[in-house]
């Protein structure tokens, strides 16, 4: 990724487009740093939702009247948008979903189904996501496939060397985060798919913690599905996407049945339409998805690249800080690191401690952050996580240090 002037940008006017950063809480000014669990919205982005409800609102695709077809014109105008940002060959690529987990069902149900067998095997890692596992599980057990796993080294990084001996012809697929939610581990996509091609499995990719952070392009992934969701990068929520290589996806049946995704029903049988639509059946979120597109617009008016470097400083800045303090464990590598700080004190389990740091306004979370198994394998029961985004400041870290140094005295 190429360095750019994060100096050249002005971070504290950037902070003024959120309303809900002046919120205080507690009466204090609040500190949000759960931004891995969902970020803020611009201004521009809830302007954008109202003009639609207040210009554009009608159902898509099926209205022969002026208001449908600004909508459909709307909602397929951020299909492409979608699909520019994460470098998809065609907008025919790009699946309008709820999210990541939507995301990822979809392709276990729809993909899964038609072309997994008994005895089969899915390569996983241990630090996935709970909504990278479960569907999988679930998947496993109706079809009798097997799961394996890519184990997690102490240092919060993947054990890539033990890759060539997961990697047998058995496996189908390997589904894998970008960025983990709970160690900030920044994988290597571009290197998992090319082996994973190598055999021929299908890949698939979370970039539930990547797609608002830094740049992404499917294309020199050379992976076949990547998922994730719009309202952890300044969308709405109940909006995300699903990027389907166009082969693989064109060979998929369909996920839901309903209006929308149909060229013609009999009352026995029905024909479907081509990807996308074919998997967006009913109604989907059009106020969504325009929402998305314009939270897009606004990510990349001030670029990824920048914003990425931005949060990689806030991170190890963090990390600096928080290793002043006694008692701490702070899990992950240090570098490359994605937006976040997971970490372990002493003195408090991380549900008192956040419970604490919300009485002075500091929003940190709590937990096993849907990483049950990856808890389990550092031997903890959860950890405290503070999460960037580009309009947080070393101000604000400098202010989780001094609350959490109370913290330790409080708790010790
Ligand atoms: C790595 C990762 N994958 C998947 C998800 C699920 O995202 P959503 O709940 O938006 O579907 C999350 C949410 O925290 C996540 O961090």
């Known amino acids: 990724m190429h360095q750019v002037a994060r100096e050249i940008i002005n971070w504290p006017a950037i902070r003024e487009d959120f309303p809900i950063l002046r919120e205080r809480a507690h009466g204090h000014p609040l500190i949000y740093f759960d931004n891995a669990a969902t970020s803020q919205k611009p201004r521009s982005v809830l302007d954008v939702l109202r003009r639609y409800y207040e210009h554009q609102n009608a159902n898509v695709h099926r209205g022969l009247h002026e208001l449908s077809s600004r909508a459909t014109e709307a909602y397929e105008k951020s299909r492409q948008r979608v699909a520019n940002y994460l470098g998809a060959a065609s907008a025919d690529e790009i699946v309008f979903t709820r999210g990541t987990t939507e995301g990822i069902n979809l392709v ?17 890692t241990e630090m996935e996501h ?25 240092d919060g990084t993947l ?42 499995a299908v890949t698939l990719v979370d970039a539930a913690q990547s797609a608002g952070h830094m740049p992404i392009d499917v294309q020199k992934w050379g992976c076949d599905f990547v998922a994730f969701s719009g309202h952890k990068m300044c969308g709405p929520t109940g909006i995300g996407a699903l990027y389907g290589r166009a082969e693989i996806l064109d060979s998929m049946p369909p996920y839901h049945g309903g209006g929308e995704m149909i060229v013609s029903v009999t009352l026995e049988k029905s024909a479907f339409k081509k990807a996308p639509h074919r998997f967006e059946a009913g109604t989907p979120n059009i106020a969504g998805a325009i929402g998305l597109a314009a939270a897009i617009d606004y990510i990349e008016q001030i670029g990824r690249a920048a914003i990425f470097e931005h949060d990689a400083h806030l991170a190890s800045y963090a990390i600096k800080r928080l290793e002043e303090l006694p008692g701490m464990r702070i899990l992950g590598p240090t570098s490359p690191r994605g937006a976040l700080v997971g970490f372990v004190m002493e003195a408090a389990h991380p549900h008192d401690l956040t419970t604490f740091a919300d009485q002075y306004g ?28 580009f309009y947080n400041t070393t101000e604000e870290v400098d202010r989780m240090t001094e609350i959490l140094r109370d913290a330790v005295r409080f708790f010790s």
């Open 108 to 124: 276990a149900q729809a993909w899964g189904q038609k072309f997994l067998r008994a005895g089969d095997v899915i390569l996983l």
């Open 130 to 154: 709970h909504s990278n596992l479960v569907p999988w599980q679930l998947l496993a057990e109706r079809l009798g496939l097997r799961l394996r796993f890519v184990p997690v080294r102490d």
């Open 159 to 200: 054990a890539l060397d033990q890759l060539p001996s997961l990697l047998t012809p058995e496996v189908k697929l390997f589904a894998f985060t970008h960025v983990s939610n709970s160690l900030g581990t920044i994988n290597p996509v571009a290197e998992l798919s090319e082996q994973a091609r190598a055999i021929g």
């Open 362 to 389: 500091l929003a940190l979370r709590g937990g096993h952050h849907c990483n049950q198994p990856l808890m389990r394998r550092f031997g903890l029961p959860g950890t405290t996580r503070a999460s960037f985004y």
